[in-house]
């Protein structure tokens, strides 16, 4: 398997994890506490944002970067993607009316290339040889 089909395979897997612990904290929190969709959403996004820093610094793309120039490079680019995330929950659950988990799968669809292309090429990306 070439290098590219390795870490983008390594991506889809560690968002499979990822994305277990963000529905799964979803779904816990709307259907044990009663928390609305959408700030329920936002907590397993957050959740979901701190699994797939460390699996895919580690595994994905094998960052040598020090985590002082990741930490904030790769939760800029989550906290773009909650900010869509919690946009487009909104939108999907408010006006459109739709159920919440067929929205969070649309929603997380959309996001993966998004955030794949992001940190491949600015978070975790090699530095510059001086």
């Not at 909650?82 to 969070?104: D, E, H, R």
Request: proline share 3%.
């Amino acid at each position: 398997m070439n290098a590219l089909k390795r870490e983008f395979a390594s991506f889809l897997i560690v968002g499979v994890v990822a994305t277990a612990c963000h529905y799964l904290l979803l779904i816990f929190l709307v259907e044990a506490l009663n928390v609305a969709p959408v700030p329920a959403s936002a907590a397993g996004a957050f959740l979901g944002a701190v699994v797939s820093y460390y699996l895919n610094r580690r595994l994905t793309f094998r960052s040598t970067r020090k985590h002082t120039v990741t930490v904030p490079r790769f939760f800029t680019v989550a906290g773009i993607s909650l900010v869509t995330n919690t946009a487009l929950m909104a939108l999907f659950t408010g006006p459109l009316g739709w159920g919440y988990l067929i929205s969070q799968i649309i929603t997380t669809v959309f996001l993966i290339l998004i955030t794949y292309s992001a940190n491949k090429l600015w978070t975790f990306g090699r530095d510059e040889e001086t």
